[in-house]
């Protein structure tokens, strides 16, 4: 297949899901610029493997698949290996909304990254737990449990913060 | 004195179930408000069509900016080309370079996985990782001629391939200094992206497996010349035994061509990461 047409049939597939896949890979970063950057990494690599595609109709899970694991990746050894970047942290323009946000984010950067999938996806994304586990490779169960164990560990992080400073929390930054 | 224990304890509880109730509507207005920001000013289909092909036009840049690389690394030693000519008039059909190879970077799929020139008999044109390959081996006979390597006898050249060797010692620590930084800075930058389609292409293989990898990688440099790899084996506590993907990772890295000006001799790294899905706490 030619890279014109290679092309066009993943924007086709892709424009369906487009929107979500942004969103999430915001929200699985550090920034939106990152998620975004995140978001076309996903794209390329969808566009060089989509041979690999068998059914028009496992794409949406399998481009959340690769946008799960760059994700990963981008977290992982990758950055280990590399300083990482002081502007990493949210650019907050002050108003309430991007605040709290920051504080999301950081807390859920602090979860393991399965855990963190898991919870954007669900909670704010509003995939069903099957999708999840179709996307992460695994189990019904194992999503449902690192759900609910990345909810507790939100919960404590955020009770803690709020002892500590003894006012809500994302007052803190 | 029974009573105010339990009072003591009932507020306790009232506070805890409070501080929970609290943060519950805390985390679900920061979980809105997330929502919110993330959900502002998406890029549209358009814009990812763009970004895709500003992509692949880099891809293709990069591809032959490997090319040229060599090149001119050829052109800083007259005595380099010479053998440098040799190898690219006579392309092998043949070349030992595997199939396994990561793509040079931007090639549009894994190598693993599409025929390479190398597949069609019919195509002598010799593919562009066997014509880094070839560069690379031209500058290690020219390197070794200055510098010659410790375990010289062994050194794996496109003619000769290495024998399977023990791992190495796992001692590779990253110990910085002056003379491998930029060696480092080299791997970081071009090294990284082959490792990790050598890394995507063993998940893709099998995706339940995860783990560490630890690969250890010795290179061979000559201050005039620059350097090249000389060594890139898996360390004892690689968990990554896929031989396709050590294969992968030997390949790729013997394209390489680090530039110079470099500190004569042989520096050790240790590269290492995670593949499969990232271990967590617990599970």
């Known amino acids: 297949m030619e890279d014109g047409e290679r092309g066009r049939q993943l924007l086709r597939l892709l424009e369906p899901c487009q929107a979500a896949a942004i969103r999430t890979a915001r929200r699985l970063s550090r920034s939106d610029a990152d998620g975004d950057e995140l978001f076309h990494d996903a794209v390329f690599h969808a566009f060089r493997g989509l041979h690999a595609l068998r059914e028009e109709s496992a794409f949406r899970a399998w481009f959340f698949s690769i946008l799960l694991r760059l994700s990963r990746r981008r977290r992982g050894w990758w950055q280990d290996f590399l300083p990482l970047r002081e502007s990493d942290e949210v650019a907050t323009d002050s108003t309430p909304d991007t605040e709290r946000a920051a504080w999301l984010r950081r807390a859920l950067h602090k979860l393991a990254p399965l855990e963190r999938e898991a919870l954007v996806m669900a909670e704010l994304e509003g995939f069903s737990i099957a999708e999840i586990a179709e996307s992460q490779a695994s189990s019904v169960t194992a999503v449902k449990t690192r759900i609910s164990r990345a909810k507790k560990r939100l919960r404590e992080r955020y009770a803690s913060a709020a002892r500590a400073y003894r006012r809500p929390a994302p007052e803190r930054s | ?283």
């Open chain 2, 1 to 283: 004195m029974f009573k105010p224990k339990l009072e003591q304890d009932g507020d306790a509880m009232h506070n805890s179930a409070q501080m929970e109730l609290a943060t519950d509507d805390q985390l679900s207005r920061d979980f809105e408000a997330l929502r919110r920001v993330t959900g502002e000013r998406l890029p549209s289909l358009l814009e990812t069509e763009r970004r895709l092909h500003e992509r692949l036009r880099a891809s293709s840049v990069s591809k032959r900016k490997l090319l040229v690389a060599g090149c001119v690394a050829a052109a800083c030693s007259t005595a380099l080309a010479a053998p440098l000519l040799v190898e690219l008039s006579a392309p092998k059909v043949d070349a030992p370079t595997s199939p396994t190879a990561a793509p040079d970077r931007g090639v549009a799929a894994p190598a693993a996985t599409q025929p390479s020139d190398a597949d069609h008999p019919s195509s002598a044109k010799p593919t562009a990782t066997q014509l880094a390959r070839a560069k690379r081996d031209a500058l290690r006979r020219e390197i070794v001629r200055h510098v010659p390597p410790v375990n010289a006898a062994v050194a794996p050249t496109a003619a000769a391939p290495a024998p399977a060797r023990a791992p190495l010692p796992t001692d590779l620590t990253n110990k910085m200094g002056p003379g491998r930084e930029k060696l480092v800075a080299f791997l970081n930058d071009e090294f990284s992206p082959l490792l990790a389609e050598c890394v995507e292409q063993a998940e893709a293989r099998a995706p339940t497996q995860a783990g560490m990898f630890f690969i250890g990688i010795e290179t061979l440099a000559y201050e005039e010349l620059g350097a090249v790899v000389e060594v890139a084996a898996p360390t004892e506590r690689n968990q990554l035994a896929d031989p396709l993907f050590i294969e992968c990772v030997r390949e790729s890295a013997f394209t390489l061509i680090i530039p110079p000006p470099l500190t004569n001799g042989q520096e050790k790294f240790e590269v290492n990461g995670f593949f499969g899905a990232r271990p967590t706490s617990g599970e």
